[in-house]
């Protein structure tokens, strides 16, 4: 029969200290408090792999940043993964590289992308023109929006301005070349379709 683990204390938490050599203390169904020389103090759950059961853990994060409570809440939503057969520590990466992609193909950098191709294409001062147009009335508002999350409400409501100071041609191009920029994310397979069209 396994040993049964006392739940460890706010107070032996806060006042483990320093050895010559890291220790963990235990808090039960895998989660331990490592305290290394340094004094630093790292969350880290030990679980068995699903599948393989080979053996691992995950870095739940240091300690006073996660308190005892947060790291308790941390191990249950790993025991939840777990339980459908996803690896925490798999499932935590996946959803980083997501992020990390999200925010790496804002509008502004996929304008860029689109801008250098289009250039290419047209005379320099029509070039310059639009590039203005967009530096000036849709990058300000709308260039560190992740391209995926970019919606046609969203980018109406960036026009909304330039619409109200009568300069409807210039809204029209700027939502010509929106389109343009958002057909450009669908070709490269940034984002599904371009949900800027009706």
């Not at 080979?54 to 941390?74: C, F, M």
């Not at 502004?108 to 009335?137: G, M, P």
């Amino acid at each position: 029969m396994a040993k049964k683990i006392r739940p460890l204390t706010n107070t032996e938490v806060k006042q483990a200290k320093a050895q010559e050599k890291e220790y963990t203390l235990a808090d039960g169904d895998g989660l331990q408090l490592r305290i290394k020389p340094s004094g630093s103090k790292n969350w880290v759950l030990k679980y068995s792999k699903p599948f393989t059961k080979v053996r691992t853990n995950i870095g739940l994060g240091t300690y006073p940043e996660i308190s005892l409570k947060q790291a308790r809440d941390k191990r249950a939503e790993a025991r939840t993964l777990l339980a459908q057969d996803i690896d925490p520590k798999t499932h935590r990466d996946e959803n980083a590289a997501l992020e990390k992609e999200l925010y790496q193909n804002t509008l502004n950098c996929v304008v860029i992308n689109w801008f250098e191709i289009k250039k290419t294409e047209i005379k320099s001062d029509y070039a310059k023109d639009i590039w203005r147009s967009l530096e000036l009335h849709v990058l300000p508002k709308l260039g560190s929006y992740p391209i995926s999350k970019l919606t046609a409400p969203i980018a109406i409501d960036a026009l909304k301005k330039v619409s109200a100071s009568g300069n409807l041609e210039t809204v029209r191009r700027l939502a010509q070349r929106l389109n343009e920029v958002m057909t450009f994310a669908v070709n490269t397979g940034l984002i599904h379709a371009n949900p800027l069209t009706a």
